[in-house]
Nanobody
Framework: QVQLVESGGGLVQAGGSLRLFCVAS??????MGWFRQAPGKEREFVAA????????DYADSVKGRFTISRDNARNTVYLQMNSLKPEDTAVYYC????????????????WGQGTQVTVSS
């Protein structure tokens, strides 16, 4: 059974920071991504990282504020979020892909349950 479990979400004031965690169990995964979905909006790409960790990609809206990283020995992917804004409020999802570290959700076969991030103004 494949499982991705996110944690680290919460309520923070604008300008603050949070660190999200995604722990994978079961099969070994390659590329990982973070996506988010705000109320009434479609799910959108946030960041992705390749299997080795040597390649990363970010949505323009978070570039320079968010950092994705991974620890393969711990099967864990992180999303460090700094300088948070109210528009970052969303449910954040971790996703895993064996084929691509893409911006498209279609490439990710496995998803976590999500963790809520709320940024107050």
């Amino acid at each position: 059974q494949v499982q991705l479990v996110e944690s680290g979400g919460g309520l923070v004031q604008a300008g603050g920071s949070l660190r999200l965690f995604c722990v994978a169990s079961g099969r070994t995964f390659s590329h990982m991504g973070w996506f988010r979905q705000a109320p009434g909006k479609e799910r959108e790409f946030v960041a992705a990282i390749s299997a080795s960790g040597g390649n990363t990609d970010y949505a323009d809206s978070v570039k320079g504020r968010f950092t994705i990283s991974r620890d393969n020995a711990r099967n864990t992917v992180y999303l460090q979020m700094n300088s948070l804004k109210p528009e970052d409020t969303a449910v954040y999802y971790c996703a895993a892909s064996r084929t691509s570290w893409s911006r498209s959700a279609n490439y990710y076969a496995y998803w976590g349950q999500g963790t809520q991030v709320t940024v107050s103004s």
